[in-house]
């Protein structure tokens, strides 16, 4: 695909959607919609990698406890800290995310520390 633009508040309200969603590879921008949040009802396959987001995660990623594998949001322009609300999602077993975070090391030792998901690749 070669979609472009931010990502529609809208997405929010695909809440029957379950799995497989591959949005990556694309040319989205801007930061993630609050409203991502509202898809509780995914349980996995959630691709965001290689666009062009950029901004602090929001909170709201954290309510969507019903992941338990494959959200990749790396190769973008995230920054700030991750949400401590992410902790909620504690099925979860892969996150992929590559941030320029400062702090680097105390993040990656925090989530590690805390144990919350089995395989969290930060770059």
Same mark, same amino acid.
């Given at each position: 695909? =070669?979609? &472009?633009? $931010?990502? /529609? @508040? !809208?997405? #929010? %309200? *695909? +809440?029957?959607?379950?799995?497989?969603?591959?949005?990556?590879?694309?040319?989205?921008?801007?930061?993630?919609?609050?409203?991502?949040?509202?898809?509780?009802?995914?349980?996995?396959?959630?691709?965001?990698?290689?666009? =062009?987001? &950029?901004? $602090?995660? /929001? @909170? !709201?990623? #954290? %309510? *969507? +406890?019903?992941?338990?594998?494959?959200?990749?949001?790396?190769?973008?322009?995230?920054?700030?800290?991750?949400?401590?609300?992410?902790?909620?999602?504690?099925?979860?077993?892969?996150?992929?995310?590559?941030?320029?975070?400062?702090?680097?090391?105390?993040?990656?030792? !925090?989530?590690?520390?805390?144990?919350?998901?089995?395989?969290?690749?930060?770059?």
């Amino acid at each position: 695909n =070669s979609f &472009s633009g $931010s990502l /529609p @508040t !809208q997405i #929010g %309200a *695909m +809440t029957g959607m379950r799995s497989s969603m591959n949005l990556n590879y694309n040319s989205f921008s801007g930061s993630l919609p609050t409203q991502i949040g509202a898809m509780t009802g995914m349980t996995y396959g959630m691709r965001l990698d290689d666009n =062009s987001f &950029s901004g $602090s995660l /929001p @909170t !709201q990623i #954290g %309510a *969507m +406890t019903g992941m338990t594998s494959s959200m990749g949001l790396s190769w973008n322009s995230f920054s700030g800290s991750l949400p401590t609300q992410i902790g909620a999602m504690t099925g979860m077993t892969s996150v992929m995310l590559v941030m320029t975070v400062p702090g680097y090391d105390q993040l990656h030792e !925090q989530v590690h520390k805390n144990g919350t998901f089995c395989d969290f690749l930060l770059f």
